[in-house]
């Protein structure tokens, strides 16, 4: 199984600031067939499932702010809050789906300090 | 509005059977690859089990043997009948349609159900 790893497992950012939540792959996550990482974030709020924030590692998904960003290749993976808000409190996974089983990340919770 | 609404869960003895139900509005739960997935309370993400749309399923080795996804065309619903269970099963479980499976990522989920294994 490939293990996903995320880091920090929580993070205290302030508001307007950046926030930087990282996610490291046990093995390679990109497909040399379509060239593409495959590569999941989500969003979860207390008591709501999870939402799809980007796929393919860094394709935001429709209606998501532009202020969050996915980025990296390979094992290595960045999602990215340009300028944090208050609605951005949340726990946030990543999962890959290059191989069998799906497997996701322990988690970040996101804080505002 | 397409929406998955699970239904189903409760509190159970250890070594007791339960079985979820998913039901799909808006899309055709025979068409897309339908899966379940737990929360463990205060924990992280854990995929169960798939349902592929030409009825191909695959389980989590944690659950194999115990688990059993299924779907009723008919009613357009999901199923998980859960069997064996055990004090770790306790989550609250998601369904979940797959995109770009098989082995995919999910685009839509309901807002689980809670199962509770304790005596």
């Known amino acids: 199984d490939i293990v996903m790893t995320q880091s920090p497992d929580s993070l205290a950012v302030s508001l307007g600031e950046r926030a930087t939540i990282n996610c490291k792959s046990s093995q390679s996550v990109l497909y040399s067939r379509n060239n593409k990482n495959h590569l999941v974030w989500y969003q979860q709020k207390p008591g709501q499932p999870p939402k799809l924030l980007i796929s393919?590692?860094?394709t935001r998904e429709s209606g998501v702010p532009d202020r969050f960003s996915g980025s990296g290749s390979g094992t290595d993976f960045t999602l990215t809050i340009s300028s944090l808000q208050a609605e951005d409190v949340a726990i946030y996974y990543c999962q890959q789906f290059y191989s069998f089983p799906i497997t996701f990340g322990q988690g970040t919770r996101l804080e505002i300090k | 509005e397409v929406q998955l609404v699970e239904t189903g869960g409760g509190l159970i003895q250890p070594g007791g059977s339960l079985r979820l139900s998913c039901a799909a509005s808006?899309?055709?739960?025979?068409?897309?690859?339908m899966n379940w997935v737990r929360q463990a309370p205060g924990k992280g993400l854990e995929w169960v089990s798939v349902?592929?749309?030409?009825?191909?399923?695959h389980y989590a080795d944690s659950v194999k043997g115990r688990f059993t996804i299924s779907r009723d065309n008919s009613k357009n619903t999901l199923y998980l009948q859960m069997s064996s269970l055990r004090a770790e099963d306790t989550a609250v479980y998601y369904c979940?349609?797959?995109?770009?499976?098989?082995?995919?990522?999910?685009?839509?989920w309901g807002r689980g159900t809670l199962v509770t294994v304790s005596s």
């Open positions: 979940a349609r797959e995109l770009d499976g098989p082995v995919g990522y999910f685009d839509l």
């Open positions: 393919w590692a860094s």
């Open positions: 808006g899309l055709t739960v025979s068409n897309n690859y």
């Open positions: 349902i592929y749309s030409g009825a191909g399923t």
